[in-house]
């Protein structure tokens, strides 16, 4: 199993990008998805997830209303579609992957498949 994460990138206050994270190597189409982020010393922490079918998605608080998690199956791609973009979501950005039938919040599930991280920077 692989994730591909990119679309990083340096963007001004307000600005906007699209994460991508490319799967491959899943035995079945049923995973989750979240994306995680982690800022220069401080904790790694998850703000995005979507569930195995796509039906739902939860976002952790200081996200809502401006980032949007998606997914395209045909793709095997995961889109993180973020707006109005703020210095503090400067970070590495992650996503991760479990196999099985999850919905809800799914931040604190235990992820065995990960990315290998896109900077994000925000900055004036």
């Known amino acids: 199993v692989q994730l591909q994460a990119s679309g990083g990138g340096m963007v001004h206050p307000g600005g906007s990008l699209r994460l991508s994270c490319v799967a491959s190597g899943f035995t079945s189409d049923y995973y989750a998805v979240a994306w995680f982020r982690q800022a220069p010393g401080k904790a790694r922490e998850g703000i995005a997830c979507i569930s195995s079918t796509g039906g739902s998605t939860y976002y952790e608080s200081s996200v809502s209303g401006r980032f949007t998690i998606s997914r395209d199956k045909d793709k095997n791609t995961v889109y993180l579609q973020m707006n109005s973009l703020k210095p503090e979501d400067t970070a590495v950005y992650y996503c991760?992957?479990?196999?099985?039938?999850?919905?809800?919040?799914?931040?604190?599930?235990?992820?065995?498949?990960w990315g290998q991280g896109t900077q994000v920077t925000v900055s004036s």
């Open positions: 991760a992957a479990q196999p099985g039938y999850y919905s809800g919040n799914l931040l604190d599930l235990k992820f065995a498949h």
